[in-house]
Nanobody, 118 residues
Framework: QVQLVESGGGLVQPGGSLRLSCAAS????????MDWYRQAPGKQRELVAI???????TYADSVKGRFAISRDNAKNTVYLQMNSLKPEDTAVYYC????????????WGQGTQVTVSS
């Protein structure tokens, strides 16, 4: 079982930056894909970024060029660097551990709020 804890959310002005962290504990972290999702009020949960165990990354079109996902297997942590933030990026951000090559999710974090507002 993988336990995930997100941190790093907060209030930021448009154009600003935040870095989210997701610390994993429990079962082997390095073998799993790690995903970041977000959910804005009244909207469905949206996949934001993916990083495989090998470091391959994929991004939603809405964040491509502004967000960067990375992982540090030695620290069992995945990061989401968010730059040039926009009000429409406001959401609760969740990390999730997924069996590589499948849609089987092993664990979800509790979420961290990101608010982009002047």
């Amino acid at each position: 079982q993988v336990q995930l804890v997100e941190s790093g959310g907060g209030l930021v002005q448009p154009g600003g930056s935040l870095r989210l962290s997701c610390a994993a504990s429990g079962s082997i972290f390095s073998d799993n894909a790690m995903d970041w999702y977000r959910q804005a009020p009244g909207k469905q949960r949206e996949l934001v970024a993916i990083i495989t165990s090998g470091g391959t990354t994929t991004y939603a079109d809405s964040v491509k060029g502004r967000f960067a996902i990375s992982r540090d297997n030695a620290k069992n942590t995945v990061y989401l660097q968010m730059n040039s933030l926009k009000p429409e990026d406001t959401a609760v951000y969740y990390c999730a551990a997924r069996v590589l090559g499948t849609l089987k999710y092993l664990s979800w974090g509790q979420g961290t709020q990101v608010t982009v507002s002047s």
